[in-house]
């Protein structure tokens, strides 16, 4: 079971191209590193990847069949945003279960996914809290809970702890990777933190004028 | 994820060219086919006196609108006001309230005083009451917002604390009050009701005398055309002119709200005094509905509801009438909702040229008034008109929700612009479909533009009489019309005078109900 980009290339319209043939392969379970400056184009690639731009060329794939088509709703693929996007109108639990009933769960079956979700992550106590009583790291922790509620084959993460200190990065970002391994979840990072990666990558990428190195 | 916006932009694109374009178009076509229309208008010393007389009554509104408006906007700036924003939506409501509720409760609250005034003077009064209250909300939310850091730089330059404020806050808000007072010109000058009530004939403005060229015993329709041709432009030029104004308003450096200290008691007195002030014209026609003769009585809504009564208005049927301006309000509140919510997403999905002109188009029926609107009805799809729609409840529905329509956008096309997309995006890779995100994640987060836009569609069709005095039929007449048609406005008779409180008591009560029952339904989502 493999995530797989071929030959993928974008550019916004009437702009220069972003990205040009990218290329890789990321099986379950492992977590692959793209490192690059700011505007070299990482977090257009993941959009196209979660299918959240639709203009780009190429092929996105899950175990060699093509995902392109597939609407971003409809891919299977968790995303961990820079800002953790929490929905503000729900409470930690319900923003955890949002996606629990697109992968088929039982209504009834949710509270209890989300408690075992949120004891993952070190939060079971927080689940009635408002999400803007959360701190950073709880809120990028919440984030993570709520992707993987959804059963992702795969989760892209969007320099997901780069606002966060460098301690709490640290213990956090290796939390992070060790979950993803656990649940076997094919990860794609994104970070201009070369040590970041050193310390938590199975493989690393360069981008560089559109193109991995 | 840019999608296309035109299926999206095709259903109000559509209704603004078959139900706004279309019937200017046929005003105007009308007005240029008529010669001696124009004639009448350029050589008549009654038309230009009347006009001169309009534009120097809508400059006194706003100056007797700003002198209130300015120092109560000041207050609950410069000073903690308890339920400060409650206040101000209470000041507010008189804008919102149908016409009726100003005109009767000022003759209630002032009597014979009323006619010291003169009818100049009542109208200026009730067009300073009707506006006062939304003029001092906006002017407190630019207050809210001004950049004191600007002002700061200026204390340490050496500017003492007035000076300051004068030389940096004052410059910078001026284009947001600009545009406050441009909007309250507009509406003065534009004003129906308020000058068909109070005006007794003297003081006209482009509205009463279209309505009194169409509504006389021999109607000219040319010269109603050739004055609604000259309103139209009129007030696009003043319409132009209000959008740059904003435009430069937004523009000005914001800043997040200081805490002010907490009212003293000067301050709390003012408030109190200003608060009795504000209600006090809707209380008196509350009591006015009660009272005949000088006595607590229930003989007005005796007289209302038995038709039997002595003094019971030829033809009325209370339900019936309740029951239509209660189905064109809730249907003008679903269909202007409607539009609005298509409009905005459309808008969301374009950009640059595009985007600006459907916006423009959008926003074109703000410069148009309801008996305008009325007028373009009568003369598209009245007689040998297509489709002839005389006499029907869409005619009445359709010309409601174009003249909420544009409200309901300006509440609406802000709020999903400012909207964080990323979480549609979240929502979407964690499963949700584009009508789930819509769903679930806008419909709760928007909740309170929503239902902005949904009370305002209401309250306007509730109290509309404009383009309803032209196009209602005795069997499709609301409560607005039947009070404007057949109220007892200047009437010696002081039952049918307390039915008219009582009607004006009924549909201000309704009004009021669509705006609990939108803040009920904005506080649901808040939870």
Redesign the interface.
Known sequence: MTLAVRDLAFAHPGAPRLLDGVAFEVPRGRSAFVLGASGAGKTTLL?CI?????GYTGSVLWDGAPLDAV?????????L?Q?P?????LDVERNVR??M???GLARRDEPEEARRLLALVGLEDKGRRGVDALSGGERQRV?LA??L??A?RAVLLDEPLSALDRDLRVSLGERVKKLLAREGVAAIWVTHDADEAKRLADATWRLEAGRLA | MRRRAWPLLAAPLAVLAAFFALPLAAVLARAAGDASAWAWIATSPFVSSRLALAFGQALASVALTLAVAVPLAWLHHARRVPFSRLQLAVHAAPFVLPVFVVVFGLQALLGDHLRVFGPLGAVVLAHAYYNYGFAARLLHAALERRPRRLEDAARVLGAPPLAAGLRTTLPLLAPAAGAVALLVFLFSFTSFGVVLFLGDGRVSTLDTLIYENLAGSFPTTGRAAALGALQLGLNLVLLLVYVALARRAARTPREAPRPAPRAGFAAMTLSIAALGVALAPPAAVLVGAFRVRGAWTLEAWRALADRAHPSHLGGFDLGLALGLSIGYALATAFLALALAALLAYGLARSRGATRALVEAAATLPLGTSSVLLGLGYALAFGVGGTPDLRGTYAVVLLAHTLVAFPFAARALVPALDAHDRRLDDAAAVLGAKPSEVARRIHLPLLRAPLAVAGGLAAAFSLGDFGASLILMRPDTMSLSVWIARHGGLGSFDPILRAQSMALTAVLMLLTIAAFLVAERFRAEGDA
């Open positions: 959009r979660a299918g959240l731009e639709t609407p971003a709703h409809a891919r299977r693929i968790g995303f945003f800002e996007a929490l929905f503000p109108h949002f996606g009933r697109y992968r984030a709520r992707a509620a959804a992702p």
